[in-house]
């Protein structure tokens, strides 16, 4: 069912004003694709792949258009709730987390976190190293320059120690 949350605003010019969202479809793969310039990953843009399906069947070892019929023809719910789990891995991935934090917020295991990323790697080359590259930047520097010249700043902490014990 459609949010209510709508509900509660009022336009500002009249009582039938309307509140417009917008979502950019896999926004932040995109301009993964468009910075490390990962062949493989751009082709998965255009031919239009879900993205989720995609890490889902390289997790499942399985061919992409299958994973995809199970989830979006089939509406099989296993299946759609193993998606679920996967975008977990999906954003925090494009966010640079580290293996821990992944598995936390995907619920995979540590270990399929790390076959994941090892699977990933085989599949988009280009972009793993350019990832690789941005967090080597970061542990160096302290920050890194993107494409369009911002820099990004980063304060290092230790890890607590339970984060070390792990």
């Known amino acids: 069912e459609e949010s209510k949350v709508k509900e509660h605003f009022v336009g500002r010019w009249n009582k039938e004003g309307s509140i417009v969202s917008a979502d950019y479809s896999q926004l932040e793969v995109r301009i993964q694709a468009q910075v490390s310039q990962d062949f493989n990953f751009m082709q998965d843009i255009k031919n239009n792949v879900d993205f989720h399906c995609k890490y889902l069947a390289l997790k499942e070892r399985m061919e992409y258009v299958d994973v995809y019929n199970k989830v979006k023809v089939d509406l099989d719910q296993e299946w759609i709730s193993k998606r679920s789990k996967i975008k977990g891995f999906s954003f925090a991935r494009k966010y640079a987390a580290g ?43 302290g920050c890194y320059k993107d494409p369009w010249g911002r820099t990004y700043n980063f304060t290092l902490y230790e890890a607590p120690q339970w984060v070390k014990d792990k």
């Not at 598995?103 to 699977?119: C, D, K, N, P, Y």
């Open 99 to 141: 293996i821990p934090k992944i598995a936390e917020m995907s619920g995979l295991t540590t270990e399929e976190v790390r076959e994941l990323i090892r699977v990933e790697a085989e599949e988009y080359p280009t972009l793993v190293k350019y990832i690789s590259d941005r967090l080597e930047e970061v542990n160096k520097y």
